[in-house]
């Protein structure tokens, strides 16, 4: 049996994964020995035609395995959420989580954190109108009868159990997160996929940088 929830993200809008993925783009366009210029005209080029709807998905489901492996949880890609607007929400990821690993996280999870986390989050205030009591004790004693969003509260409450960081699980416990997944080149062939042109490109920025080379040595 498997359920659908949510994992905690802070989306691909303004934040270190957006960065990261523009940084690596650039990166792909930099000057081979200094790192120190960039060839924006191809840089731009790549940025045009990029299918970013393919990037931001293969990226959230690198985000998922290393959160997955992180928390020892069996985890399946389900969609990548993206809203219209970014103005109230941002990406979210749904995935499936198998029944032995919601009962793995349950029974891990403090359980007054997670009271807490409930009351914070699903408390009625000024422009929120919260769907959910804000009292964990008045939500089903059976944590295969939550919901998607409660599922993930809870997956909430364990990140920020498991991190070190005292305010809790944040993007910088994300982005530390994915630092394997960085250093293997992965965000790197996300964008290389993910760009009809970029073999061409780099090809061209290959034969520019080559061209600047002998020009030194001429």
Known sequence: ????????FSGLYN???DSEL?????????????GCTINYDLYNRALDKMNWRAVHTAYAKEYMDDFM???DLELEFVELN?????NYETDRIFVFIT???LKRAYDRVDTPALRQLVRERFTSRDGFISFYDANLDDWPSN???WDANQIGTLLIALANQECSNTDG???WDEYELMEQTRGNGLIDDILYRSCPEMERLLKVHDYLQSREARKEFA
């Open 69 to 71: 492996r992180w928390l």
């Open 1 to 8: 049996m498997k359920y659908e929830t949510t994992i905690p």
């Open 22 to 34: 523009d940084n690596t783009l650039e990166q792909m366009f930099s000057d081979r020995d200094t």
């Open 82 to 86: 993206s809203p219209r607007f970014y």
């Open 143 to 145: 944590v295969f009868e």
């Open 99 to 101: 029944e032995a690993s």
């Open 169 to 171: 699980f944040s993007q």
């Open 15 to 17: 934040t270190l994964h």
